[in-house]
């Protein structure tokens, strides 16, 4: 079985990268998705749609387009990784943490523990809380591999 892994989050560092050679070096067969990581590309992703006079509706029509991309990635996953990094405050991973717990999909979170408390629900719904990118591959290579 090829497993579908989403990866969520944080876009600053290299962690998506991290996942994917490590798994890529156990031979798991993996197929990752993950929403735009490019951010003016990802902030830009509604302006097809007309100008915006306010920063509101411009966000607003983005999140919205993203959101077809998101969704469906989300849906059609196994299980995703959802990463919380430590400069900015990624409310979108989040939102999809909430989104795979309503759908009951499974998820590991991957984050530091100076912010276990502000992810205490996000956390309490994850099947696995990792601290490291090779914490997540150690977790999909048991997963997989058993």
């Not at 876009?11 to 067969?29: S, V």
């Not at 590309?41 to 387009?65: I, Y």
């Not at 998820?107 to 276990?116: K, P």
């Amino acid at each position: 079985m090829e497993w579908n892994v989403y990866l969520s989050g944080e876009i600053h560092t290299d962690w998506r990268e991290q996942i994917i050679a490590g798994c890529k070096e156990r031979n798991l067969t993996v197929t990752f998705t993950s929403a735009v990581t490019d951010h003016d590309a990802s902030d830009a992703a509604g302006d097809v749609l007309g100008d915006e006079a306010n920063g509101f509706w411009r966000d607003h029509k983005s999140a919205k387009v993203n959101a077809i991309r998101i969704k469906n990635l989300i849906e059609k996953c196994d299980i995703a990784v959802i990463r919380f990094g430590d400069k900015y405050k990624q409310w979108n991973a989040a939102f999809d943490a909430g989104f795979c717990a309503a759908l009951g999909k499974p998820y590991i979170t991957l984050h530091g523990d100076d912010i276990i408390h502000p992810l205490k629900e996000v956390d309490g719904s994850a099947m696995a809380w990792a601290q490291t990118p090779e914490q997540v591959v150690e977790l999909l290579s048991y997963v997989i591999s058993r």
